[in-house]
């Protein structure tokens, strides 16, 4: 049952319908350029049924344009009353070519909600995701404007915006970035007013998954080590009275009866005026290790060159440096694994 039914082939540009209103001073408050209505059909009703085929240039099912008024709408679609409601339901085949989209909107798009499909049962070869913050750490935020006067057409967004860059997101997800086409833009006649523009976009959504494993990875680096610093850090001050024989046996203790992970300590005394003892512990095979002193700024004072494995001590004397705050980071293979405060009071 259908109120109107267009079709239109084999020409330029193909309008399955084209319809325009006009007030022409009358008393209505409203035009109508067509108005379709369809009920009580035995399986289906449409209100209006458009169709464009075999266009040389462009196919237009129904175009709609808006002007002039207070709120303009292009097209307005509700649907209610049934089972499952779609306001609007758009499809193409899923070919993973550059022009195939359900959907394109050249500007802004709003939606107060947005779901992803994501039940087991669509799904197959699921695999947990490893090497969250690895990957994380290989992408590369940017802040940018986009080129308006060059796209104009895109209607591209405006001011500083913030994000990746498509090209090398590719090399570390090539899954999130995908090839698109902007249409080009034609007149009745078919002669190009606008050329297409060939871009890559990213799915920003499908990041977050990496988002969540690294934070989890992190959080269990830091409960690990939380852990041994914990145990290494909570030398009462009396116990930092202990010979320094009896303080490298208690780090050495405290490795060998958890994982081999590297220790820096609170420097003792903290604060001091004469010289402090910094004891830190170096995993097997360790290469490259380093104890940095640095001030608030930065700038660096003092870089000790660690050897070897195993719980090791280094001496800061108070004369070699002004009397203020200091920081000293445990660097393996130029990696900053702790970093410590250190005063020096003159």
């Not at 082939?9 to 399955?16: C, F, K, R, S």
């Not at 798009?109 to 049962?121: C, I, L, Q, T, W």
């Not at 913030?162 to 902007?182: K, Q, T």
């Not at 800061?316 to 694994?337: D, F, K, M, P, Q």
Request: aromatic share 10%; charged share 15%.
């Amino acid at each position: 049952m259908g109120s109107i039914i267009g079709s239109a082939v084999n020409a330029n540009a193909n309008y399955g319908g084209r319809f325009e209103g006009y007030f022409n001073g009358g008393t209505g408050n409203y035009c109508w350029g067509v108005k379709g209505e369809a009920s009580d059909g035995n399986v289906n009703n449409f209100g209006g049924e458009f169709i464009a085929d075999d266009g040389i240039g462009t196919n237009f099912g129904v175009t709609g344009t808006a002007t002039d008024a207070t709120t303009n709408y292009g097209g307005k679609f509700a649907a209610s009353g049934g089972t499952s409601n779609y306001g609007i339901y758009a499809s193409v085949p899923n070919t993973q070519t550059p022009t195939n989209c359900a959907g394109y909107f050249n500007g802004n798009a709003y939606a107060s909600g947005v779901f992803v499909p994501s039940d087991e049962a669509l799904k197959q070869d699921i695999q947990p995701l490893v090497n969250g913050l690895s990957t994380v750490l290989q992408l590369e935020p940017k802040s940018y404007n986009y080129r308006l006067d060059e796209f104009s057409q895109m209607n591209l967004p405006q001011n500083i915006n913030f994000g990746l860059i498509a090209s090398e997101a590719r090399n570390v997800l090539p899954g999130i970035v995908e090839d698109f086409v902007h249409p080009e833009e034609t007149d009745t006649l078919g002669n190009i007013i606008t050329p297409a523009v060939n871009f890559q976009a990213i799915n920003y959504t499908a990041i977050v998954p990496f988002l969540i494993a690294s934070i989890k990875e992190q959080q269990q680096q830091i409960k690990e080590l939380s852990t041994q610093l914990s145990s290494c850090c909570s030398l009462s001050d009396s116990e930092s009275n202990k010979t320094e024989e009896e303080s490298t046996v208690t780090i050495q203790q405290l490795n060998s009866s958890a994982k081999d992970l590297p220790v820096l300590s609170q420097n003792r005394p903290n604060p001091f005026n004469e010289k402090s003892i910094i004891r830190f512990y170096l995993p097997k095979g360790t290469k490259n290790g380093s104890i940095k002193v640095f001030d608030t700024n930065g700038a660096v004072y003092r870089l000790f060159a660690l050897t070897g494995e195993g719980p090791g001590t280094i001496e800061i004397e108070a004369n070699t440096l002004e009397g203020g705050t200091y920081y000293y980071s445990l660097l393996i293979e130029n990696s900053v694994i702790d970093t410590k405060t250190m005063v020096i009071t003159k």
